[in-house]
Antibody, heavy 123, light 110 residues
Framework: EVQLVESGGGLVQPGRSLRLSCAASGFTFDDYAMHWVRQVPGKGLEWVSGINWNSGVIHYADSVKGRFTISRDNAKNSLYLQMNSLRPEDTALYYC????????????????WGQGILVTVSS | QSALTQVASVSGSPGQSITISCTGTSSDIGGYNYVSWYQQHPGKAPKLIIYDVNIRPSGLSSRFSGSKSGNTASLTISGLQAEDEADYFCSSYTSSRTPVFGGGTKLTVL
């Protein structure tokens, strides 16, 4: 059974940093790209960042580019999101999501999701 | 990249069919057949229910179907059931090589 478990969220002041982790199990982690997707409670979804299987291809949403860094440790079956210079508008539930490969290469389909971890940026 | 446009809410009675539309541009939905749909129940994580415009993941009910015409994608749910009441989000690959989601549609089963 695929499991994705996020950790590291919490309350942080604007301008500070936070590191999210996602522990993966139930599948061959280093066979798949992984993503972070966030959601303001009661609102829509926003893709944040994605990383391919060997960290060779990384993409970010414009809203976090230059502030957030995605990384992975295949030996530990773990995905990370380093969030710096946090802003109130970064407040959201952050989901770790597994990529579903497609014939086109990178289609951004998310077939398994964690339960989400809440990040609140406020003074 | 602006969010895809979805109507905020739709409703239907058990047994009926409903369609949720998702409108984008030629830089996303209109330019690629990489459209997906997600179902999200309150307090739960989203669940992939359609990918490649009209493909259902293994084991998903055939009551769910997807289509696309021009810059608009659609999700149809036939034979509505109480458990279908949820939020539905569309998503598309974009010319920026990143994905964009719709704002979501709340489905109420009357």
């Amino acid at each position: 059974e695929v499991q994705l478990v996020e950790s590291g969220g919490g309350l942080v002041q604007p301008g500070r940093s936070l590191r999210l982790s996602c522990a993966a199990s139930g599948f061959t982690f280093d066979d798949y790209a992984m993503h972070w997707v966030r959601q303001v409670p009661g609102k829509g979804l926003e893709w944040v960042s994605g990383i391919n299987w060997n960290s060779g291809v990384i993409h970010y949403a414009d809203s976090v580019k230059g502030r957030f860094t995605i990384s992975r440790d295949n030996a530990k079956n773990s995905l990370y999101l380093q969030m710096n210079s946090l802003r109130p508008e970064d407040t959201a539930l952050y989901y770790c999501a597994k990529d579903r490969p497609c014939a086109g290469g990178n289609c951004y389909y998310f077939d398994y999701w964690g339960q989400g971890i809440l990040v609140t940026v406020s003074s | 990249q602006s969010a895809l446009t979805q109507v905020a809410s739709v409703s239907g009675s058990p047994g009926q069919s409903i369609t949720i539309s998702c409108t984008g541009t030629s830089s996303d939905i209109g330019g690629y057949n990489y459209v997906s749909w997600y179902q999200q129940h309150p307090g739960k994580a989203p669940k992939l229910i359609i990918y490649d415009v009209n493909i259902r993941p293994s084991g998903l009910s055939s009551r769910f179907s997807g289509s696309k015409s021009g810059n608009t994608a659609s999700l149809t749910i036939s034979g509505l059931q109480a458990e279908d009441e949820a939020d539905y989000f569309c998503s598309s690959y974009t010319s920026s090589r990143t994905p964009v989601f719709g704002g979501g549609t709340k489905l109420t089963v009357l």
